[in-house]
């Protein structure tokens, strides 16, 4: 069953015609857009009114990521620009290459650039010092998308001689793992037509279009094809994105339309018409998406999801489609979402990582200032702060991170079907650990095995 948006928004020219990109913010507060001006648009999620700008910028920007208080955007003279976004100003040049960039990523913890170009290497960057640059140089092609997994530890490659070349950062030395062929085809980086690898929330598997208008799902364990989402667009694709959960897929193509995909399925649940789209960006955490064509206008289109497939956006993250999915296979074993939910915080640095199982901050997440007075703090005359914990909105800078719920799975094959209230999540011959509900949360419990013999044993 398909269906349409029942309101369409109105487009806001943003920049002058030509290739434009949007992103949001991982807090939700901001949408940044790029264009071909010498203009960076701050859109403020929920407010219909003027956007703000930051002008001293250069023109033809390609591609944006943002972070809650930065902005980086990439021209096509091969420079890469770091902005301000609490200041709504020029920061500092990050790179420069000798060679049109195509995209550019910031790392889930927004500590590393990884810029695209036409040159035969990928280079990342310090954000915080420049100074700092690992290169990927294995493929040896020029590269039109780049993309970091959720845990920033592999990055994906679309290469113009149609091969995904995906490389393990985990050290000094990036290590290439996997050339991954016969998905995509050969590329033409002044092309609209995308080949942009988007990792699925759940971070086992990304997706990727494919020469035949299809959208295929490769899974990270053996870089292997899984589902696929087929018989959809009748042109080529232009812009792909997942929602926060993963629940559904959004793509874009040259048929003039943005398809919604349920991800369980694979199959097309709303058809919007819209012309030239390029770029799509779901919000955090709310029914809102933004999209960008070529004529430099962006779209900000709250309620795009279709009523009655919103419950799909409610639901925890959803597992990546597989063909045999490993978490399948002892879903026995798996609670239902609804009896396992526990808030977590919903950073982007912790997105996807065995943080993501606590329910407090991190270490580092101990400076952050609430604004609880009503001090009522204004901007100034040339719309600069008036206070360090204000931004050009008026808006406190730092803010408590989003509680959300999300959902525990079995995190080994040992675990077991619950019994009554009980379950055992893990059982071997080191200890066991089982948690017991105690109707609103879970406590857990975890003993060692004595050994037998009476001997020191080694620890590893």
């Known amino acids: 069953m398909t269906s349409t948006a029942p309101l369409r928004p109105r487009a806001r020219p943003a920049h002058t015609q030509g290739s434009t990109h949007c992103a949001y913010t991982p807090d939700g507060s901001k949408l940044v857009t790029v264009g071909s001006n010498n203009t960076i648009r701050l859109y403020k999620t929920g407010f219909d009114g003027e956007p703000i700008n930051i002008d001293d910028c250069q023109e033809q920007n390609v591609s944006v990521d943002a972070s809650d208080n930065s902005s980086l955007s990439a021209l096509k003279d091969g420079t890469v620009s770091l902005y301000s976004i609490p200041d709504a100003t020029f920061d500092k040049f990050l790179l420069r290459c000798s060679l049109p960039i195509r995209d550019v990523a910031l790392s889930p913890d927004s500590k590393w650039c990884a810029v695209a170009s036409d040159e035969l290497t990928v280079k990342l960057v310090r954000t915080d010092d420049n100074t700092q640059i690992r290169h990927l140089k294995e493929h040896n092609k020029p590269t039109k998308h780049i993309a970091f997994d959720t845990k920033g530890s592999i990055v994906a490659l679309a290469c113009t001689d149609g091969i995904v070349y995906v490389y393990s950062i985990s050290s000094d030395e990036p290590e290439l793992l996997k050339k991954v062929d016969g998905v995509i085809g050969a590329l033409d980086t002044e092309s609209d037509v995308s080949a942009k690898i988007v990792w699925h929330p759940d971070g086992r598997a990304f997706a990727v279009p494919t020469p035949t208008r299809d959208i295929q799902v490769v899974s990270k364990n053996d870089w292997e094809k899984q589902r696929i989402f087929s018989n959809g667009h009748n042109g080529e694709v232009t812009a792909l994105a997942w929602s926060p959960n993963g629940a559904i897929l959004a793509s874009a193509g040259?048929?003039?339309?943005?398809?919604?995909?349920?991800?369980?399925?694979?199959?097309?649940?709303?058809?919007?018409?819209?012309?030239?789209?390029?770029?799509?960006?779901?919000?955090?955490?709310?029914?809102?998406?933004?999209?960008?064509?070529?004529?430099?206008?962006?779209?900000?289109?709250?309620?795009?999801?279709?009523?009655?497939?919103?419950?799909?956006?409610?639901?925890?993250?959803?597992?990546?489609?597989?063909?045999?999915?490993?978490?399948?296979?002892?879903?026995?074993?798996?609670?239902?979402?609804?009896?396992?939910?526990?808030?977590?915080?919903?950073?982007?640095?912790?997105?996807?990582?065995?943080?993501?199982?606590?329910?407090?901050?991190?270490?580092?997440?101990?400076?952050?200032?609430?604004?609880?007075?009503?001090?009522?703090?204004?901007?100034?005359?040339?719309?600069?702060?008036?206070?360090?914990?204000?931004?050009?909105?008026?808006?406190?800078?730092?803010?408590?991170?989003?509680?959300?719920?999300?959902?525990?799975?079995?995190?080994?094959?040992?675990?077991?079907?619950?019994?009554?209230?009980?379950?055992?999540?893990?059982?071997?011959?080191?200890?066991?650990?089982?948690?017991?509900?105690?109707?609103?949360?879970?406590?857990?419990?975890?003993?060692?095995?004595?050994?037998?013999?009476?001997?020191?044993?080694?620890?590893?």
């Not at 600069?384 to 008026?394: A, L």
């Open 254 to 460: 040259k048929d003039k339309r943005i398809l919604l995909w349920e991800t369980k399925t694979q199959s097309v649940i709303a058809r919007l018409d819209y012309t030239n789209v390029i770029d799509i960006a779901w919000h955090p955490r709310d029914n809102l998406v933004s999209f960008t064509n070529s004529d430099g206008e962006v779209y900000i289109h709250p309620d795009f999801v279709p009523e009655q497939f919103v419950p799909l956006l409610k639901l925890g993250k959803q597992p990546a489609p597989f063909i045999h999915d490993p978490l399948s296979e002892i879903g026995a074993n798996i609670r239902k979402p609804a009896e396992t939910i526990v808030p977590v915080l919903n950073r982007r640095n912790r997105e996807g990582s065995y943080d993501s199982l606590m329910d407090g901050p991190m270490q580092d997440d101990d400076d952050f200032v609430v604004d609880d007075d009503g001090a009522g703090y204004v901007i100034n005359g040339n719309g600069k702060r008036m206070h360090d914990d204000i931004d050009v909105f008026g808006e406190p800078i730092s803010k408590r991170p989003h509680l959300e719920p999300e959902y525990h799975e079995a995190f080994q094959p040992g675990s077991t079907p619950w019994r009554g209230n009980r379950k055992y999540l893990c059982l071997n011959l080191i200890g066991f650990v089982w948690t017991v509900d105690q109707d609103g949360h879970n406590t857990v419990t975890v003993e060692f095995l004595r050994p037998r013999v009476s001997q020191r044993l080694p620890f590893y």
